[in-house]
Nanobody, 122 residues
Framework: RVQLVESGGGSVQSGGSLRLSCVAS????????MAWFRQSPGKQREAVAA???????SYTDYVKGRFTVSRDSAKNTVYLQMNSLKREDTAMYYC????????????????WGQGTQVTVSS
């Protein structure tokens, strides 16, 4: 029922910031757990951050303290504010929606966006 479109990616230097947006269309947005994953060529897709329908936030250790996930229900949008970016953050970033389970497990999400590329150079 929901479709996701990411935006906000681009190229930045190490230490810079980007804010990714994920706009949801359709029904059920407020009931979903929303997450951000990323993937680089030749690597497994990995979880970055998630926010539950009740506002609970989760982060993996490698982004904790640098990234912030939030949602604006009035705009049907989830954000990922990324600060202090490192070269290791370079990846395609995907927005995902699911009903719950293990937040880091990609298979638990039934709807995915097309991705937005983030490139960090130094």
């Amino acid at each position: 029922r929901v479709q996701l479109v990411e935006s906000g990616g681009g190229s930045v230097q190490s230490g810079g910031s980007l804010r990714l947006s994920c706009v949801a269309s359709g029904y059920g947005f407020r009931d979903f757990c929303m997450a951000w994953f990323r993937q680089s060529p030749g690597k497994q897709r990995e979880a970055v951050a998630a926010i539950g329908s009740g506002g609970t936030k989760s982060y993996t250790d490698y982004v904790k303290g640098r990234f912030t996930v939030s949602r604006d229900s009035a705009k049907n949008t989830v954000y990922l504010q990324m600060n202090s970016l490192k070269r290791e953050d370079t990846a395609m970033y995907y927005c995902a929606a699911g009903y719950g389970g293990t937040w880091t497990r990609a298979a638990d999400y039934g709807t995915w966006g097309q991705g937005t590329q983030v490139t960090v150079s130094s």
